[in-house]
């Protein structure tokens, strides 16, 4: 008898919650002087659990050591009615209620074991917690208008829970095959009813995103699609560790028995102009800057009056009167005597030089070392491929030297007839084995790299091992030491250490200055200018700066390589000049007469106009002035290249060890023994001394190739 009237009175409790808040919330909206909406929302999204359950009241909890419930997926759903309140044209209140589904499993492995034919197999157990809630909501909320079709909701949720079921399982997952005893199947179900200690009620909050779609031009009616997210303030149930948040969307149908006010618009336009001169513009122009739109809605019962505010900001450019500017250049050629002159045509001669450089046949070893030094330049085998002489064209002797491993690993390959020979050379200090065991690592050191790197049998390579070289530097010094402890090549085919010969073309041209004389007459004053060189449309040389222009601007041609190897053409110049008022730019051009009279044989058929040949006579060795078989090799070919009209110098210098003026003497000595060998007598012989700018002389390679005689073959045509 008494479970009927609390049936009543649940029903009437729920009666009240839902249908209480849209009464107030209809009896609000009549008051006030906008549109209302009712309405009706579907939701549906993802539940988003968390849980360290390990068991449920009344239920045996999971074995030892296996890991709690984690969510293993879950689904939100429902229905509600709802109404809609504008407070004013950025708030809004939304009373809502209706019918929740809430579905979610629990799921952890158990890791155990299981006797099959009397062998223990590891498997595992599934142990599952599927539930079910189903609640009455009721979710006030607030809207603000982000933007005209978008708003922002928050409220809270209660929410009353009408029913929950539960259900837990046990599922065998492997090994396949097993079952339960008792069941006689591989899952079982080890408990069901209702969730024991749920909640009545589940206060939540609730945020979300809700986007306006009218379905009409009065926009009575409203498609609403929202995205929400819910968190609840409480577990599910008093003694169960498990909490269910959501992410869900919904779609809700709103319409207003209530016709939309009578809407009033205007527009109203605000507008500042700036006024501004500039020289630099030839027409008056009116540019807008700024625009900016506002709305303002004014509300009144059963009228509405919109008014749009445009703001803009407009810059009137108006011209200024053009200041006085005057712009005029002339190019002259500057000749030898610094004179100048109109009539001259730019002419280039170009120069032929060859460069014999020899090679320092010998590797330096540091003091108890036999590795090589980090001077040396090795390769990898791959750039052996692409490695050639001809790319040490330009470079320093030096840079060239320490290729010495690299050109020899070359020109074996090459000539593979060809026979290397190394003499080994110790001036360390230690026994005689110790040097001579220095010593053949040393050589090693040679064959091995030739071998790995250029690829060269070490069958083709023969070691000599000697204490000192047969003419050594002095053995009881320091220098000496360094010069002596070295690996020397020798081969049996003159074209492995045959000095390389360096091929150039240099160019001069002549007039080598043009001069530009500029005449500019500025009212305002200049602000930059700018000299432009070009060819072909091509810009061969540019000089500029700011403010006043120099009466003159020179330019030396010989610094344009590239203009100078082009060959003949026309090069015109250009003055540009901006004065202080920003708008003012004037140029003016003219052209020079561009002609190379002369080629040399690998540009046309004429000869070149000069032709120099550098012969370098080096690895003289320490105090000595004596020619050997190499030297007498390489004046061969110096007598070869001279002619009756050519000019010789030759000059012999020395390194810096000594005494100042016996080197000065034993350069001479060395230069006359060159003259001497090639009987010239209109040639220039000089000894200079110590030489120690050209190469570092506290190396022993700086002070081999000091002690050397440099001989310079001029021929003019």
Known sequence: ????????????????????????????????????????????????????????????????????????????????????????????????????????????????????????????????????????????????????????????????????????????????????????????????????????????????????????????????????????????????????????????????????????????????????LLASVERETVSLLSHESQDSIVVSRNRLLSTTIISEEYIRIVPQPRPLLDVDMRARFVLDNNRETDNAVLKVDETIALDIVNLLPYVFFERQSADLADKYRRLIPDETQVFATASLRKKATLHIY?????????????????????????????????????????????????????????????????????????????????????????????????????????????????????????????ASWQILVLRNDSTVHSFQGEEAIPDKVSWDINSSEELLSGGSAELHYYLRVRDQKGYADSSVSGKVRFEQIRKSPENGDKPPLRKIARFSLMSF???????????????????????ETSELSIIGSTDVVGEEGHNLALSQKRAQTIADSLAIPAAHIEGIGEDPDTFPNQLPEGRFYSRRVDIIIRDEW
Request: charged share 20%; proline share 7%; glycine share 6%.
């Open 402 to 526: 320490y290729h010495i491993l690299n050109i020899v690993g070359k020109r074996l390959k090459d000539n593979p007839d060809a026979r290397l020979t190394l003499t080994s050379c110790n001036s360390d200090p230690g026994t005689l084995r110790q040097q001579r065991k220095l010593a053949e690592q040393r050589a090693a050191t040679v064959i091995a790299y030739l071998h790995q790197t250029w690829r060269i049998e070490p069958q083709r390579i023969s070691t000599v091992i000697k204490r000192l070289p047969d003419n050594p530097s002095p053995p009881g010094t320091a220098i000496g030491a360094d010069e002596n402890r070295r690996v020397e090549l020798s081969s049996d085919d003159p074209r492995i250490l045959a000095p390389l010969m360096i091929r150039d073309t240099s160019r001069q041209a002549s007039p080598s200055v043009v001069r530009f004389i500029p005449d500019v007459l500025s009212e305002a004053g200049l």
């Open 1 to 276: 008898m008494i479970a009927a009237p609390c049936a009543w009175a649940r029903r009437l409790a729920i009666a009240s919650c839902l249908f209480g808040p849209l009464c107030f919330g209809l009896l609000a909206a009549q008051e006030a002087d906008s549109l209302w909406r009712l309405g009706i929302r579907a939701v549906g999204g993802v539940a988003l659990q968390r849980t360290t359950l390990i068991q449920v009241p009344g239920h045996n909890p999971l074995p030892p050591g296996t890991p709690a419930f984690s969510a293993d997926g879950g689904f939100e759903a429902g229905i509600q009615a709802q109404a809609s309140i504008p407070l004013s044209q950025t708030w809004q209140l939304r009373l809502a209620c209706g019918i929740s589904h809430f579905s979610g499993s629990l799921l952890s492995a158990e890791q155990t074991n299981f006797s099959i034919d009397g062998v223990d197999t590891p498997g595992t157990i599934n142990h599952s917690l599927d539930a079910s809630l189903n609640s009455l909501l009721l979710a006030p909320s607030i809207q603000w208008r982000l933007a005209s079709r978008l708003w922002l909701s928050a409220g809270p949720t209660v929410g009353f829970v009408l029913s929950s079921d539960y259900e837990l399982a046990q599922t065998i997952v492997s090994p396949p095959g097993q079952v339960f005893e008792l069941s006689g199947s591989n899952s079982v179900i080890t408990g069901s009813g209702s969730l024991p200690g749920v909640h009545s009620v589940i206060p939540a909050l609730n945020i979300g995103l809700i986007y306006d779609l009218p379905l009409d031009r009065e926009a009575s009616m409203l498609l609403r699609p929202e995205l929400r997210y819910r968190q609840p303030f409480t577990t599910l149930a008093a003694d169960i560790d498990w909490s269910v948040s959501s992410l869900s969307v919904g779609l809700a149908f709103e319409f207003s028995p209530r016709k939309e006010p009578i809407i009033v618009r205007d527009t109203l336009y605000r507008r500042d102009t700036t006024v501004r």
């Open 621 to 643: 060795d320490y105090n000595l002035f004596t020619l050997s078989d190499y030297h007498h090799s390489i004046l061969d070919q110096v007598k070869s290249r001279v002619s």
